[in-house]
């Protein structure tokens, strides 16, 4: 009889144990989603604030009727940065992404090969 009641009490605290131990991993789980969550809206804000530097600057103007050719008297600017370029030296190419001339100094180039785009399309 002794016998039997102890193995019961040990096999509730066993039990207890167990559903302790559960509720203590779920909310270590749940404070970890809750820290992955706030740090991927933390880069979400920080690259949506980038951008709109980006937009005060003047570097996001590819509406309708506008192309990088009318955006400096000369005819010939930079898309992104608005910097003046030459016909011969630093002449700016277009980007693969959005089509926009662009100079040297807004390319980002991508680790593996000497493909770039622009300083705008990478944020994208």
Not at 26 to 43: D, H
Not at 57 to 77: D, I, V
């Amino acid at each position: 009889d002794f016998r039997v009641v102890g193995r019961g009490l040990e096999a509730c605290s066993s039990a207890t144990f167990r559903q302790r131990l559960h509720n203590e991993n779920k909310i270590k789980y749940e404070m970890k989603e809750q820290t992955v969550n706030k740090r991927a809206v933390s880069e979400l804000m920080r690259l949506k604030a980038e951008l709109q530097a980006l937009r005060r600057k003047g570097a996001l103007r590819s509406g309708p009727g506008w192309s990088s050719e009318e955006s400096s008297p000369g005819g010939r600017s930079c898309a992104r940065c608005r910097a003046e370029l030459g016909r011969i030296m630093n002449r700016g190419a277009f980007c693969r992404a959005c089509r926009l001339r662009v100079c040297k100094a807004c390319r980002e180039y991508s680790v593996r090969s000497t493909d770039w785009v622009c300083s705008v399309c990478h944020k994208h």
